[in-house]
Nanobody, 127 residues
Framework: QVQLVESGGGSVQAGASLRLSCAAS????????MGWFRQTPGKGRECVAA????????YYANSVKGRFTISRDNAKNTVYLQMDSLKPEDTAVYYC????????????????????WGRGTQVTVSS
């Protein structure tokens, strides 16, 4: 079992930056690939970034590529999402999630591949 708690959301102007953090407790954090997802009302969750358990491989959705950076610190049991040059269309609830498979070095982007979820943190970007 992995428990996840997100923090760092807020309301900012377009062009600003935010850094989201996701603190994990429970089973060995370093054994799980991690992902950041976002969801807006009426839409499904989309994966915006993911990182392999050893931090070597990363994935970014086209909509955030070049603006968002995912990283992790396994010693601190924390995964981060640095969000720069924020746009109003980035407004959403952001969730972190842990891959359902331990020890995998592949990156997953489908919601169904993640078993453990945080409660989310709201990010609002105004123009």
């Amino acid at each position: 079992q992995v428990q996840l708690v997100e923090s760092g959301g807020g309301s900012v102007q377009a062009g600003a930056s935010l850094r989201l953090s996701c603190a994990a407790s429970g089973s060995s954090f370093g054994n799980y690939g991690m992902g950041w997802f976002r969801q807006t009302p009426g839409k499904g969750r989309e994966c915006v970034a993911a990182i392999s358990r050893n931090g070597v491989r990363t994935y970014y959705a086209n909509s955030v590529k070049g603006r968002f950076t995912i990283s992790r610190d396994n010693a601190k049991n924390t995964v981060y999402l640095q969000m720069d040059s924020l746009k109003p269309e980035d407004t959403a609830v952001y969730y972190c999630a842990a891959d359902r498979r331990m020890y995998s070095l592949t990156i997953q982007t489908a919601v169904s591949e993640y078993d453990y979820w945080g409660r989310g943190t709201q990010v609002t970007v105004s123009s």
